[in-house]
């Protein structure tokens, strides 16, 4: 058994349960507790404090805690925060090791002192707790509801994991409706001591759950929370819907919880490597999960759409090139397969169309056909209720010709109009057969089915190594740090990515005019010049850079003007000269670099670069390290990859040489921690077979010198 399950163990099967704060006032927090405890069947003893009564329920309440005939396994803390702390104290000196905090008024009001001292008391006695600012937790194992929420909960083989609380009650409510069996439930809260990951580490051990749903608004701890995720995800879905996406809500989710939202860009990023499926909006995420919750994974492409209806089947087709679901096109197949099912006048081709003519049972027959024929992998049903038909009796009918194939395919079916309708989709779903309201819901979700499928049958690989000069590049950072600086000089910045093997123009120093002039002759025209200044960052902005000089005399006055301008509008930057490069031409410009984050570490940044990436903003993340593999991937993941790619007849560029180059930055970003931010821009392009060059790059590097053994690593 493991660490996450052994230590949260008791936090799901206690056998025995306090709830201090217990109340006979009926709709109160504390009565709530109590009788969901009761109403769900829970085995375990369960004991009420709290002096006003003599009795909750019909079970003794004791007058104080030390009352209690032993410390409890689990114990539920209902009282008002200024309170908390002291029960937590004396329940600690009696026994208690495990916590659920459902008082509110802590970090996230600014009472960041009571949890300093709720944390000391806690790691005093060894001692864990969930919150706090919770709602509880559900338990199908032990039959234990231990919140204030919804008294019946549907058992099932979802696990939901919510830090918000009144959200997460919520959820449980819909899951209710929607007909998703909950094996847990865990309200995170402010997550004082237990994490969104030791959570998710815990269901993802727990046998009863098989599909897992969380509701997040912030990570403190993402690459751990990362790393978590990878695992639980080798073996059972992982759908995050989270908050706090545009700079709005991730200001509301802030305030909300008392944690920070972060980059959700980066966040997107993590968990997609992750193997997690992150939805946005609530639809998406219980659309997805009932899905992943009830049916088994295709094993090919090659949907085949079942539907007595044309126009639905056109809207189908559609929204199977949206969510990547490749139709199947075996015309011959079927042709031999579906033909004997339908009217004369129906089609064969995908989507299969019985026509609105067809009965029930006609119907029937071309989805048993579907389901019955190996080479179909999965089935999407369409049904438009025509007037004449009981659409109740079709419900009925996809249950009864699929009782014995279901389970070897994916098979999800949407039922369109009004009347019976929804009743109708209620018998599916209860049958454990995905149904949606509409065509793309549908899609959408066998969608899902396919991106977890491919994700799990990607080749793995593992991040590249590389032998570079990591002792110099060290060298050249405690140098930098000697000298108190936090930006590097453009040669200092080019040195250490030559030393990571990347490939760079001609180019020389040039501390006056004549070593200039030289310095192009050398080089040979057309060439760039830039300034050489750690204290001037955007060059180009400022008119520190010059580009294809043809000749002696244009060098001339292209130093003169950059000096003039460089004096103007920095006075008091210090100047150690100009750099001339090589001109590159007929190369496609891109941006490359990492930036260190707070929370996930280093993170890879690539896409399309020059003046226009901010506005463009062209680009894909991936956290460190990555494979050769997810380098391409990430080098895919632009929306402007044909053009790297030779759209419209023009060259291919250099492919394997741009994902050498991020896997070289991977390399240098796990290696460097004293390198916070880098950014190579533009980083040219080449035809195929010619390379990329590094043109401009800058280099922020930490105050404070971080990794005292990086010689030893060296």
């Not at 509301?252 to 993590?270: C, E, M, N, R």
């Not at 499926?277 to 949907?303: H, K, M, S, V």
């Not at 369409?382 to 009918?397: E, G, I, R, S």
């Not at 670099?593 to 680009?619: A, H, N, R, T």
Request: one cysteine or more; aromatic letters at 6%.
């Amino acid at each position: 058994m493991s660490s996450a399950r052994t230590n949260l163990e008791k936090l799901f099967n206690p056998s025995s349960i306090s709830i201090i704060g217990a109340s006979a006032r009926e709709g109160s927090i504390g009565f709530n507790l109590v009788q969901n405890l009761q109403i769900s069947g829970y085995a375990g003893k369960i004991w009420p404090v709290n002096p006003k009564y003599p009795e909750v329920l019909g079970l003794k309440c004791f007058s104080a805690l030390e009352d209690t005939p032993e410390a409890a396994e689990l114990t539920l803390v209902a009282v008002p925060a200024e309170n908390v702390n002291d029960v937590i104290r004396r329940s600690c000196e009696k026994g208690a090791r495990m916590f659920i905090i459902i008082s509110s008024g802590f970090d996230e009001v600014g009472r960041h002192d009571l949890t300093h001292e709720l944390l000391t008391i806690l790691k005093q006695y060894n001692a864990r707790t969930l919150g706090p600012n919770v709602f509880g937790v559900f338990s199908a194992s032990s039959n234990m509801n231990a919140t204030f929420g919804p008294p019946q909960v549907r058992r099932g083989n979802v696990g939901l994991i919510s830090q918000s609380g009144a959200l997460g009650v919520a959820l449980m409510g819909k899951s209710v409706s929607d007909n998703i069996g909950l094996s847990a439930v865990v309200s995170l809260g402010n997550e004082a001591d237990i994490s969104e990951g030791e959570a998710l580490e815990y269901l993802g051990q727990d046998p009863a759950t098989e599909v897992i749903f969380m509701y997040m608004e912030g990570c403190k701890e993402g690459r751990h929370f990362m790393e978590v995720a990878n695992r639980v995800s080798m073996t059972k879905p992982i759908v995050i819907i989270k908050s706090g996406s545009s700079s709005r809500g991730a200001l509301a989710a802030a305030s909300h919880t008392g944690s920070l939202a972060g980059s959700d860009k980066i966040f997107s990023a993590a968990i997609k490597q992750a193997g997690v499926i992150r939805a946005f909006n609530l639809t998406d995420a219980f659309n997805w999960t009932r899905a992943l919750a009830n049916l088994p994974l295709p094993t090919a492409e090659g949907t085949v759409i079942v539907t007595n209806g044309g126009g639905v089947g056109v809207m189908a087709s559609d929204s199977a090139e949206r969510y990547d679901v490749k139709l199947n096109d075996n015309l011959e197949m079927l042709e031999r397969i579906f033909r004997p099912t339908m009217p004369a006048f129906g089609s064969s081709k995908n989507p299969i169309d019985v026509t609105g003519q067809a009965r029930n049972e006609e119907y029937g027959l071309a989805l048993k056909a579907s389901l019955e024929e190996e080479t179909i992998p999965s089935v999407v049903g369409l049904y438009c209720t025509p007037a004449t038909m009981d659409v109740l009796k079709f419900a009925n009918t996809a249950v009864e010709y699929t009782a014995n194939l279901r389970g070897k395919k994916p098979l999800i079916f949407s039922i369109i109009g009004g009347g019976s309708v929804p009743e109708a989709i209620r018998i599916l779903n209860e049958h454990n057969i995905p149904c949606y309201e509409t065509p793309d819901e549908a899609m959408s979700a066998m969608g899902v089915l396919y991106k977890r499928w491919k994700w799990l049958n990607k080749e793995p690989g593992i991040p590249e190594e590389f032998d570079m000069d990591l002792k110099a590049i060290r060298a050249i950072i405690d140098a930098a740090h000697e000298k108190n600086q936090t930006q590097l000089v453009e040669s200092d910045c080019a040195e250490i990515l030559r030393l990571a093997g990347l490939e760079f123009p001609k180019t020389a120093i040039a501390r006056d005019l004549d070593e200039a002039i030289k310095a192009s002759e050398d080089i040979g025209y057309p060439v760039v010049m830039k300034i050489l200044s750690q204290d001037i960052v955007h060059k180009t902005e400022y008119g520190c850079v010059k580009l294809d000089l043809e000749d002696e005399r244009e060098v001339r006055v292209a130093y003169e003007s950059i000096m003039a301008e460089a004096r103007r509008h920095f006075p008091r930057a210090r100047i150690e000269g100009v750099t001339i490069t090589e001109m590159v031409t007929d190369a496609t410009e891109m941006i490359l670099g990492f930036s260190m984050d707070q929370s996930f570490g280093p993170v890879l940044m690539f896409g399309m670069g020059g003046i226009y990436v901010e506005v463009l903003k062209d680009v894909s993340f991936r956290v460190a390290p990555i494979s050769k593999q997810e380098c391409e991937h990430m080098v895919k993941a632009i929306n402007s990859y044909p053009i790297l790619a030779g759209a419209r007849g023009k060259a291919i560029r250099d492919l394997p040489k741009i994902v050498e180059a991020i896997s070289r930055l991977s390399y240098l970003a796990m290696h460097t921690p004293d390198i916070l931010e880098l950014d190579i821009n533009p980083l040219m392009a080449l035809a195929k077979g010619k390379g990329c060059k590094v043109v401009d790059s800058r280099m922020t590097i930490s105050k404070v010198q971080r990794n005292k053994n990086m010689e030893e690593k060296a």
